[in-house]
């Protein structure tokens, strides 16, 4: 199967990407008072987080810096 994509590759006589496989599994957690057990999460996944939240409500809330506490409790950086 041809994407747009493989085909402009093509006209431009550029070899196309190879294709690939990439498995990330995924887990939700919501709810009220969930963000306290941000660590206890982390710890089964690895030793490294990746945080991703809009710039200014989450400084100005706190948030921010209560999950970045709580990864530091269990050695996780970010």
């Known amino acids: 199967i ?3 994509f ?3 590759l093509r006209l431009k006589g550029m ?3 190879e294709a690939f496989g990439y ?3 995924t887990r939700i957690i919501f709810g009220c008072g969930t963000i306290g057990r941000v660590g206890q999460h ?3 996944l ?3 987080a990746l ?3 809009e710039r200014h409500i989450a400084k100005k809330t706190g948030l921010l810096d ?3 506490g709580l990864l530091k409790e269990e050695a996780i950086t970010w």
């Open 66 to 68: 209560k999950v970045i």
């Open 2 to 4: 041809y994407t747009v």
């Open 42 to 44: 982390s710890r089964r």
């Open 46 to 48: 690895d030793r490294k």
């Open 23 to 25: 498995f990330l599994p």
């Open 15 to 17: 070899k196309s990407i």
């Open 6 to 8: 493989h085909l402009v």
């Open 51 to 53: 945080i991703v939240t």
